[in-house]
């Protein structure tokens, strides 16, 4: 079967073998045959503040050429209680321009790792808020907030634990019916 569907997949994490970009990989091995998956270099993206009094369209443009695809997966680490810098830095790229954003509508899902205990709770509360006011269609459960990520990926970087597997398997096959049902209202 042909490829329908193209998910790209945004760590919120600018390390290159973080545990919430090992998440989109695990998570990408979960999808049907028909999607295909891509992961997103969030880190080529310039900080808006310098470019948008500069030349707001290039930002614009390095943004959705470097980044967004048709629709999102999400994995952010949680960073002082909050999402980080980076992630924010690209959500607010391609919001832009802000009355036509092209995110618009699109399915997305939002998963988190964490080193800490609190499974990335606090940051998934602000992405939420973030998705919302993007006019996002969320997955709004199951919620996936992997505490003590440090113990839950082996060397080669596959999840582990059985239950977050059993979360994960079932948060990205609700995105994949949400992908599906919104393609065919189109």
């Known amino acids: 079967m042909s490829e329908r569907f193209h998910i790209v997949g945004i760590s919120g994490s600018l390390r290159k073998h973080s545990h919430n970009t090992q998440l989109l990989h695990n998570a990408a ?3 049907p045959e028909d999607f295909r998956f891509t992961l997103a270099d969030i880190s080529v993206l310039p900080l808006p503040i310098r470019i948008w009094k500069v030349n707001c369209r290039s930002g614009e443009a390095v943004c ?39 995110l618009a509508q699109k399915p997305v899902a939002l998963m988190g790792a964490t080193p800490g205990m ?29 505490p003590q990520s440090h113990t839950k ?9 059985p239950m977050a597997q059993q ?13 599906k049902k919104h393609a065919n209202e189109q």
């Open 64 to 102: 959705r050429a470097a980044a967004f695809g048709e629709w999102l997966l999400i994995s952010s680490p949680e960073y002082n209680g909050q999402l980080s810098g980076a992630l924010k830095n690209a959500l607010d790229w391609a919001s832009r321009p802000a009355l036509q954003t092209p």
């Open 153 to 161: 990926f082996d060397e080669s970087g596959a999840l582990t634990d």
């Open 167 to 179: 979360i994960m398997q079932q948060l990205v096959d609700n995105l994949v019916t949400k992908i």
């Open 29 to 31: 091995a979960l999808l």
């Open 118 to 146: 609190g499974g990335t709770g606090r940051a998934q509360v602000g992405i939420r808020s973030l998705l919302f006011a993007l006019n996002m269609d969320s997955v709004n459960r199951p919620e996936f907030l992997l």
